[in-house]
Structures are given as structure tokens and as C-alpha cells.
């Protein structure tokens, strides 16, 4: 779309194309197979059938590491970006452009080790972007090197003898920061959890940050074979406020009724446990937004005219 | 001991030999073996160093700048964009003047992701006030990795150790590995001029003031002047240890020649091999390998270059709106000759992104250079698609 067209833009269009699934698969997935990612990609292809996203308003953004190739796979805009920089040029194409709908995939090296200062920054503005961190709690595409998000002791390439250091927590992280909106942590291997997650992060209005626990069968396999196997260990945090998963009542009975509005009960649990939680730790609608803040003034009936003379005059014979 | 090891390994074999004792890194490919090896030696006592696992390559240079700061020998190692990102702590170790070596494996900078090589990461970073040595073999990186130590704790300035991706750095070749005696008589513990000490305070980092300013980038020109002599002591120390060296230029085959190659890092071994079979048919050409980058060795560049007709510059990178980076650097330096003394220079851009440089494509550039009447041009493409 070109400049011209953008300053144009009126934001409702009318539209009667309809997406399937088929209109959102992208390239071939070239992960391994059992990879997290994939279902990572499944329930964000469901999604966009679900709200009827429009490939041409929707752009993913991405570091660099396996998870990374995301855009590849999702057939809208993308953006392969550098490593641990995704948010930033997130940013940029939410201000320049807010009538889009931003996602942000990220691995674990990319968002809590590289890019860890604009992490922090990026929940701050609260810039309606929703960001995915694909934490497989290692360097995967670099072939197994330790990440901040390591569990101590797990050996790795940089690591030989195990990592030295308590895991660094996303969702303490994230908590602990001014002005946080949306904190979710969930599964890739509870589809329907991580399906509910991804559709409350996009409705939120400012950043939503969710974490999902990824597997890597490649080089971390081991991490989450106990909780894949004993849904007893997993915790779900339930609220009408926040997210409530029916289908899972059954195999996951271990529920503790959260209301995500709490920040101080959010953070309390977000403190390691013997269990792994899985919902809406936090969410806010009401705190401050950059991008509302500093959004340009709504162009006037005679703007818009004048501006779309403009751009057919240069069409003119 | 000779071992048959790739080149990440062969870096990874010169740092431990030289007893470094403070390592951060962070990954990246193609020069993950290296670091991955080195806290492997650390986790296992074998290499008594304090490995640092950092979160970034911009961290891991400060590092380094800060443990160098101390007095303690420094390393890290990496690629393209990770280098990209180091720029502004290698200025500050340059302009520190702290004797911290690295390795850089020669790697294509994106976006056009590409993991091959291509030597425009480490050309890029020219200004900075880094030495950089480049290498053809294994070999050649195992020892310049030690000798780079040697160099850099002479001079005080930091130095870049620089390898082909994949052809150097995955590819295992048999290195004669030296016995940790001989590297503790050629390298001893640094004893650094200026450090950070309780008992001696000093600080680093002052606001310098136009008045004092231009003399600290005299200085470092100085000391960039001096490492050029200082290169050949050590590299002559070396070879009286282990019977090895390399010269900051090599020439190969010139005597007589009408034409030279100008090559660097792996291409030159390619570039060899296509000289001897010119010269099995009896034709005036030979070869000179440029190692050492910064300083630039415009003396040897000249001699090694003298009654040459015609040069072909070899660059696999290149200055977006300049052309061949070497090709440049040489014309610069052969310019203030008497104009009967300077050869014709014709610069060829060729194997970017790791694209293959065969002995038909060094073949191309020879018929091509030596065509009559042919004008020297400096952005002279190899192989570009139409
Ligand atoms: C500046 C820079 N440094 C290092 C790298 C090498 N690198 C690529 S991906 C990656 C880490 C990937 O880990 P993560 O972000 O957790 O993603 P995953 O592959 O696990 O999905 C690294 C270190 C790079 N591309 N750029
Ligand atoms: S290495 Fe791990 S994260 Fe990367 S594609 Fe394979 S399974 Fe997935
Ligand atoms: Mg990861």
C-alpha cells in the first residue's frame, strides 16, 4: 500500500471476503517436528479464521531464532526482523500505522536476553501490540546455549555443567514493571488454553504480553515431559474477569478462581510454586497508552479531501 | 601435538594455550564452536578463565573492556550482525587502548539472512581502532590467535582475528598444536601498563577537551604505527619457537611477474593453486596475500608490489557506492608512488554472502585483467545474475 493510500485510510471498510484457514498458511513449516511452535501456529491460524482478521491489516514481527520464523508461516505481513529487536520495530509500525493489527513472536533469547531493555520498555508505553514469547527456555536455533530463562541446573552448550543461576521468571518480570496491562502465561500442548489466551491477549486494548511454555523436543525436551504428562501439576487461573477454559474442566481440576484485576494476588502467584499456572495473571484496560497519548489528531472531513485530491492529481492527464 | 580440527576449534585451542582469563561471549553462528568449546575447557579446570555468559554481544565487549580494565587478558569471539552490535564497545576498547583479542568469523550481514561468509562485517568495523589479521588455514588461526596477544599486550590496542565461515570455521584440517610450555615462554602473564588498582587509583573515561583530544587519536595512530614493526618481531619470536609464520604480506610466485593477485583469507588458498598452473605454462604471474588489515602495511604493500604491471584485487565485500574494500585501501596506498612505479588496479567483487570462488572464476579474472588496453576500474562485479 502506498504512502498515499495510508493517509487515506478511513479504517471501516466495507468487506465481504471471507478467510479460511487455507488463506492464512503461509510458507512450510520447517521447525522440527513436535515443535511447540507448530501449535503455536495452529491456534493463531484458528484465531484469525475465528475474528476474521484482513491479511492486508495484519503484520507479524519478528527477532531472529526458530521461533522467529513465525511471519514466515502466517500469510499476512511480516516483518523477519533482528535479533531481540522485534518490539521496537513493532513499535514503529503501530505508530506509523495503528489502524493495523500488530502481532510480535519472539523466542526466549530474543525477548528476555538480547532484547530484554526494550521488553521492559515496550510495557510501559502499552502500545496495543500483542506479543508472543515462544519460551522453550533455550537458544534453539543456535543449536542448545543456555537463556535467562534456563532452568538451573538444565546443562547446556554454554552450560555444560548446568546452568548456575534460578531461571529468570517472564511473568515476574513483566509484573514487576510500571504501567503492565496484560500478563497471561499458558501451554502450547493445552491447545484450547493457549487458543483462549491468544484471543483475550488480542482483544486487549495495549500491550499484551503472554508467555507460552514451549516445548523443544530437540533440546529441551525434557522440561515439560512431566507437566505434558500430569495435568495435577498445572494450575489454572479461572475468572469470568478474566479467562475460563470449560473444555478443560475435566482434565484440569486443579483451578484457583483469579481475578486478574488484583496486581498484588498476580504477583503473589506468579512467585515460583511446585505448580505451573496457566491464565490471566493481570489485566488493566485503564492504564495510559503511548499510542493513544500521541496519536495524531483525527484528520477533518475537508483534510481528507483535500488530501485525496492531492493524491488523484497526481494521476491527472 | 598435531590434532585434525576445524578453525572455531583451532581459535578455541590458541585462547586456552594462551591462558586467557576472562571469556564472555554470545552466540551466534558460525562462531558458536568457539565459545561453546571454551566453556567446555572452563567447566572441566583444563582452562582456568572466568567464563561469562552474557546476554548480548554489546555486553559481552563491555565486558571484556571491563575485565581488560583490571589488568586481566580478555576474549570473546563472533559474526556479522553480533559484531554489527558490538560497534560502539569496540571503539571504546580501541580508543581504551585495552589489548583485548576477539576472533570474528567472517560472516554476510542481513537482512538477505545469510550465514556464509563474506568480510564486510569485520571490514566495517575499520574505524574502530582494532588490528586485524586475517587467515587462510587452521593453522594459520591457531597461531595468530596466540601471537595476537603477544601483539596487542606490546601495543596496547586490541586485535581481531579473522576467519572464513564454514571454509575455516566448520571445515577440520590437521594443526600442529604447540605444547603449553612454549606458548608460556613466547606469551607470559600480561602485565598491563595501566590498569585499574586500589593501590595506584586511576579512571577511565574522562571528558577529553578539544585540547587534549587530537593527541589521544595521535597516540592511537602511534601505537597503530608501531604494531606494524611490532608484527614482524613477534611473528619472528614465533617462528624461532615453531618454525612458522606468515608476514603481514605474502608474495607468492612475483619474481618476474606482470601480474598479482591481491587475495585475503580463504580465497587465497584457491588463488594458489590457479598461480601454479599459470605458471606450469610459463606466464608472469604470482600472488600476495594480504594478512594484516589495520594497521594497513602500505611499506610492504609497495615493495611486495614493485615492477608489477597490472593488480587484481580480489574482495569478497564490499563499500555499498565504492566497491572492494582492499581494492580501495591499496589504490590509497600506492597513489603517492611515482606514477611509472604504480600499477594499474583493477578491483573485483566476487563470493559475497558466500557465494563459491572457483579456480574457473579466479581463472575469469586473470583473462579478464590481462585483456590489452583494458581500463582499471575499482567496481568490477563477478558473476552477478542479469
Ligand atoms: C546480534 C545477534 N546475535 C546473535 C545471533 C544468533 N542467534 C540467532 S537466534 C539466537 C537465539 C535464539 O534463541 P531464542 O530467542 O530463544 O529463539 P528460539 O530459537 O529458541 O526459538 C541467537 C543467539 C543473532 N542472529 N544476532
Ligand atoms: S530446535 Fe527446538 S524450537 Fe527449534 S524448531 Fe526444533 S524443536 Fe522447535
Ligand atoms: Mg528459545
Redesign the interface.
Known sequence: MSAGCSLLWTGAEEDDRVFDLHDWEGAEPRWCPGCGDLSVLTAMQRLAVAEQFVPETTVFVSGIGCSSRFPHYMKAYGFHGIHGRALPVATGVKLSRPELTVFVAMGDGDCTSIGAAHWLHMIRYNIDVTALLMDNNIYGLTKKQSSPTTPQGFASNTAPRGSWLPALDPIQATLGVTNASFVAQTAEWVPAHLYATLRAAYHHKGFSFVRILQRCPQYTDSIYKEAVRKPSIVELLVHENGLTVPELDRLYTNQRRHDPRDLDEARRLAEASDVIRLGIFFQDESRPRYDLIRALPQRTVEEKIRLMNEELDRYAV | MRKVIVGNHAVSWGVKLARAEVIAA????PQ?QI??EL??MC??GELKAR?I?V??EHSAMAACVGASATGARAFTASSS?GLALMHEMLHWAGSGRLPIVMADVNRAL?PG?NIWTDQTDSLAQRDTGWIQLYCETNQEVLDTTIMAFRLAEQVDLPVMVVLDAFFLSHTAEPVDIPDQELVDRFLPPRRARYKLDVDDPHSYGALVRPDDYMEMRWHLQDAMHDAVARFDGVETEWATLVGRSYGAVESYRTEDADIALVTSGTITSTARHVIDQHRENGEKIGLVKIKMFRPFPTDALRLALAGIDRVAVLDRNFSPGQGGIFAAELRSALYDLPAEDRPAIYGYVLGLGGRDVTPAVIDGIIDHVRMPGIPARADLWVGVKA
Request: zero cysteines.
Open positions: 554470545y552466540p551466534i553462528t558458536t565459545v561453546e566453556s567446555e567447566a572441566s567464563f555468559k546476554e548480548s550482525q542481513g539472512w
